[in-house]
Antibody, heavy 114, light 110 residues
Framework: QVQLVQSGAEMKKPGSSVKVSCKAS????????VNWVRQAPGQGLEWMGR????????NYAQMFQDRVTLTADRSTTTAYMELRSLRSEDTAVYYC????????WGPGTVVAVS | QAVVTQEPSFSVSPGGTVTLSCGLS?????????AGWYQQTPGQAPRTLIY???IRSSGVPDRFSGSILGNKAALTITGAQADDEAHYYC??????????FGGGTKLTVL
């Protein structure tokens, strides 16, 4: 079964940007969408947006619309989430997850902003 | 933006049955919201239980089931076990390829 492999933990300064990657362990994401979900410490899950790598189409949750960009490489084996203008409230675990069913989850990437 | 509501906490006895709900601050949940349910234990990534209201994800035991009950999506766990103790999150599609998670329910098995 496909697994999602995410990039390592990041420590960032306020005002900077972070780019998190998510790679499908076998092959490409095919026609599946890739969703990005974050979880602040002790809090619930928050949907940020999704990208269909094969089409390059992205849509974003309203609260992230101005600060997040979702992309994928040309081979559509790796998806990326870039979050700009970081603030302390962006400290969270960032997950990628596959498809409309959110059926496969990456292990998460810790982003600490301080 | 619509708010997705879940009970903050729930408890169930071992072997018992519990139904968790997922509603909307305004309006009813239907199959058009494609409700999904996810289980999360501390320090772990979420695990998919149910998607599209009632489709069980691969490898999920059949004691987990999803449905629409009244005006809410529901997750029913029958024969609760100690390792079902976790946080449970639902997600709803709000159309336009936008999704919103509920705040989660902490389930205690005791």
């Amino acid at each position: 079964q496909v697994q999602l492999v995410q990039s390592g933990a990041e420590m960032k300064k306020p005002g900077s940007s972070v780019k998190v990657s998510c790679k499908a362990s076998r092959g490409t994401f095919s026609s599946y969408a890739v969703n990005w979900v974050r979880q602040a410490p002790g809090q619930g899950l928050e949907w940020m947006g999704r990208l269909i790598p094969s089409l390059g189409l992205a849509n974003y949750a309203q609260m992230f619309q101005d600060r997040v960009t979702l992309t994928a490489d040309r081979s559509t084996t790796t998806a990326y989430m870039e979050l700009r203008s970081l603030r302390s409230e962006d400290t969270a675990v960032y997950y990628c997850t596959r498809g409309e069913a959110f059926d496969i989850w990456g292990p998460g990437t810790v982003v600490a902003v301080s | 933006q619509a708010v997705v509501t879940q009970e903050p906490s729930f408890s169930v006895s071992p072997g018992g049955t519990v139904t968790l709900s997922c509603g909307l601050s305004s309006g009813s949940v239907s199959t058009s919201h494609y409700a999904g349910w996810y289980q999360q234990t501390p320090g772990q990534a979420p695990r998919t239980l149910i998607y599209s209201t009632n489709i069980r994800s691969s490898g999920v035991p059949d004691r987990f089931s999803g449905s629409i009950l009244g005006n809410k999506a529901a997750l029913t766990i029958t024969g609760a076990q100690a390792d079902d103790e976790a946080h449970y999150y639902c997600v709803l599609s709000m159309g336009g390829d936008n999704w919103v998670f509920g705040g989660g329910t902490k389930l205690t098995v005791l």
